[in-house]
């Protein structure tokens, strides 16, 4: 009988010890934390890598642009444009698309032996596509022309004047030469439309180029923006100040690693002080619940920019919120033996 009470007492004991064990170690669960990270040191932007052009110093804890002359953009890809001429024009028009200069050497030309043009005409180069760009007229002979209209037009119907040229010479490159560029327009049809009576006019070609900008780049370090509980990547908020003529822009990629990048988000502007959602943006787990792989390190490049040469944006801060909300291990069940 008292053997039997013994085995009973044990029994409960061990039984009361599992109970605690299992309700204490193996269920407990983790509450969702949000928190976050934020870069607005000067040690924390030199930690980074500056792409070009970034000034870390002369405003301690802040990013500027360094150099703010403009410098040309880049060439746009024209070689897919058609053109066509109306009128009494001659020449392979289509080869002055994207021509390189050639002096005297003309891709277009009015009549070869002088004769007065007796009607309008015109050349129209189809880009294909809307562009913003600056156009770069590649060395121009205007003869004894006048009243040139140098037009550009968004649907090939409604045309806007960039300039009219009036009166010419008789030299090569007399009226424009290959230094001749246009402000930033947007635009996907050019057009030169010459009057009546007019002769000897000559054209090598023109070329189309990104809007003329000083730029600024920089991205955070691979291991700065990071949490091994990653869940997911919520908010990115920036401070900044951006004057008249210049611009900010953020992009976003992610890893697991360090080392294997995600591809780079589309560019994103939000408002200084406002706090834009990157959970559309960004990945920040991927796989099936229970086995997801998590995205644990997140990048941020920067580009500033500025149009007019001298001002430049300033970035002060940017804070990345996330959380870790990780669901806790399953319970691992256990099992007592009594022995006698």
Same mark, same amino acid.
């Given at each position: 009988?008292?053997?039997?009470?013994?085995?009973?007492?044990?029994?409960?004991?061990?039984?009361?010890?599992?109970?605690?064990?299992?309700?204490?170690? *193996?269920?407990?669960?983790?509450?969702?934390?949000?928190?976050?990270?934020?870069?607005?040191?000067?040690?924390?932007?030199?930690?980074?890598?500056?792409?070009?052009?970034?000034?870390?110093?002369?405003?301690?804890?802040?990013?500027?642009?360094?150099?703010?002359?403009?410098?040309?953009?880049?060439?746009?890809?024209?070689?897919?444009?058609?053109?066509?001429?109306?009128?009494?024009?001659?020449?392979?028009?289509?080869?002055?698309?994207?021509?390189?200069?050639?002096? /005297?050497?003309?891709?277009?030309?009015? *009549?070869?032996?002088?004769?007065?043009?007796?009607?309008?005409?015109?050349?129209?180069?189809?880009?294909?596509?809307?562009?913003?760009?600056?156009?770069?007229?590649?060395?121009?002979?205007?003869?004894?022309?006048?009243?040139?209209?140098?037009?550009?037009?968004?649907?090939?119907?409604?045309?806007?004047?960039?300039?009219?040229?009036?009166?010419?010479?008789?030299? /090569?490159?007399?009226? %424009?030469?290959?230094?001749?560029?246009?402000?930033?327009?947007?635009?996907?049809?050019?057009?030169?439309?010459?009057?009546?009576?007019?002769?000897?006019?000559?054209?090598?070609? %023109?070329?189309?180029?990104?809007?003329?900008?000083?730029?600024?780049?920089?991205?955070?370090?691979?291991?700065?923006?990071?949490?091994?509980?990653?869940?997911?990547?919520?908010? %990115?908020?920036?401070?900044?100040?951006?004057?008249?003529?210049?611009?900010?822009?953020?992009?976003?990629?992610?890893?697991?690693?360090?080392?294997?990048?995600?591809?780079?988000?589309?560019?994103?502007?939000?408002?200084?002080?406002?706090?834009?959602?990157?959970?559309?943006?960004?990945?920040?787990?991927?796989?099936?619940?229970?086995?997801?792989?998590?995205?644990?390190?997140?990048?941020?490049?920067?580009?500033?920019?500025?149009?007019?040469?001298?001002?430049?944006?300033?970035?002060?801060?940017?804070?990345?919120?996330?959380?870790? *909300?990780?669901?806790?291990?399953?319970?691992?069940?256990?099992?007592?033996?009594?022995?006698?």
């Amino acid at each position: 009988m008292k053997k039997v009470l013994l085995a009973v007492i044990v029994i409960l004991i061990i039984s009361s010890c599992f109970f605690i064990f299992s309700r204490g170690s *193996n269920t407990k669960r983790i509450k969702s934390q949000t928190t976050s990270i934020m870069l607005s040191s000067q040690d924390q932007w030199q930690g980074g890598t500056v792409i070009n052009n970034i000034d870390t110093t002369s405003a301690p804890g802040s990013m500027k642009i360094d150099n703010k002359a403009l410098v040309q953009g880049r060439e746009i890809d024209i070689s897919g444009a058609t053109a066509t001429s109306t009128g009494p024009l001659g020449g392979d028009i289509q080869s002055a698309v994207g021509a390189t200069p050639c002096v /005297c050497t003309w891709n277009w030309a009015t *009549n070869e032996n002088g004769e007065l043009i007796q009607e309008p005409a015109s050349w129209t180069v189809d880009i294909g596509r809307v562009v913003d760009g600056v156009i770069h007229l590649v060395q121009f002979d205007t003869g004894l022309l006048g009243d040139i209209a140098w037009q550009i037009s968004i649907n090939g119907t409604d045309w806007t004047n960039l300039t009219t040229f009036l009166n010419g010479g008789s030299t /090569c490159g007399y009226g %424009f030469d290959d230094t001749t560029i246009f402000s930033e327009q947007t635009f996907r049809y050019f057009r030169i439309l010459i009057n009546v009576n007019r002769e000897g006019y000559g054209i090598s070609g %023109f070329k189309v180029y990104e809007p003329s900008l000083a730029t600024a780049t920089h991205i955070s370090a691979p291991m700065q923006i990071t949490d091994p509980n990653l869940y997911q990547w919520q908010t %990115f908020t920036p401070t900044y100040t951006k004057p008249a003529n210049t611009d900010v822009k953020f992009r976003f990629r992610t890893s697991t690693d360090a080392t294997n990048w995600t591809d780079w988000s589309n560019y994103q502007t939000p408002a200084s002080g406002s706090s834009l959602d990157l959970t559309s943006i960004v990945t920040s787990k991927t796989g099936p619940p229970g086995s997801e792989t998590f995205y644990k390190y997140l990048q941020v490049e920067t580009t500033l920019s500025n149009t007019d040469g001298t001002s430049t944006p300033t970035v002060d801060s940017y804070t990345i919120g996330y959380h870790t *909300n990780r669901k806790p291990n399953k319970p691992i069940a256990q099992t007592a033996v009594i022995r006698q």
